[in-house]
């Protein structure tokens, strides 16, 4: 398993970007999960995304474990800092 804190810095139209950040996550084999404080969230669930729509600003950590963990740590962090 491979994890890397990151600020949420999505403001402007988050629910597009969040259904978007699905998709990103979508397109790896590997179990993505987004924790905050108290929350442990699978990257891949419009349902659990949507639970990030008031943590923008917030510190969170994302985590991916299987046989594309890196490649999918970094396209979901990359997307989070764009």
Do not use: H
């Not at 994890?3 to 969040?18: A, G, P, T, Y």
């Not at 969230?41 to 600003?57: P, Q």
């Amino acid at each position: 398993m491979v994890s890397n804190e990151v600020v949420i810095r999505i403001s402007q139209d988050i629910e597009r970007k969040l259904a978007n950040l699905i998709s990103v996550a979508g397109e790896y084999s590997s179990k993505i999960y987004i924790r905050t404080e108290d929350k442990k969230i699978n990257a891949k669930s419009l349902m659990g995304m949507m639970n990030l729509v008031s943590c923008t600003g917030d510190t969170i950590t994302v985590m991916a474990e299987g046989p594309d963990e890196e490649e999918a740590l970094k396209a979901v962090v990359d997307y989070i800092n764009k």
